[in-house]
């Protein structure tokens, strides 16, 4: 089992950056992917960022040259760095971990099948 705890959200003003932390705990060792994903009110969870085991990542094309992830593996921390935010970027953030055991040859997801573990989210709201 993999616990998964979010952190960091909160109210910003359009144009400002929030940094968002997802601590990991349990049986976390493993080739696996991590990644973020929002819900709005009324909408769909939809993946933003992925981390794949090899460092590789995806972003969803409505925040590629805003967002940024990363991991630091000695803190089994995943970020989600949040620059230019933008109203539409109001959502509960999750993040989510895929099974160990990752195929090498298979590119992480970046829709929600295949993530077996959540967190509980954290809000991000920003305001125009």
């Known amino acids: 089992q993999v616990q998964l705890v979010e952190s960091g959200g909160g109210s910003v003003q359009a144009g400002g950056s929030l940094r968002l932390s997802c601590a990991a705990s349990?049986?976390?060792?493993?080739?696996?992917?991590r990644a973020w994903f929002h819900q709005a009110p009324g909408k769909e969870r939809e993946g933003v960022a992925v981390?794949?085991?090899?460092?590789?990542?995806r972003f969803a094309d409505s925040v590629k040259g805003r967002f940024t992830i990363s991991q630091d593996k000695a803190k089994n921390t995943l970020y989600l760095q949040m620059n230019s935010l933008k109203p539409e970027d109001t959502a509960m953030y999750f993040c989510?971990?895929?099974?160990?055991?990752?195929?090498?040859?298979?590119?992480?997801?970046?829709?929600?099948?295949?993530?077996?573990?959540w967190g509980q989210g954290t809000q991000v709201t920003v305001s125009s």
């Open positions: 989510a971990s895929t099974y160990a055991g990752w195929p090498t040859w298979e590119a992480c997801p970046i829709q929600q099948d295949g993530y077996a573990y």
């Open positions: 349990g049986s976390t060792a493993g080739r696996r992917c």
């Open positions: 981390w794949g085991s090899d460092g590789s990542t």
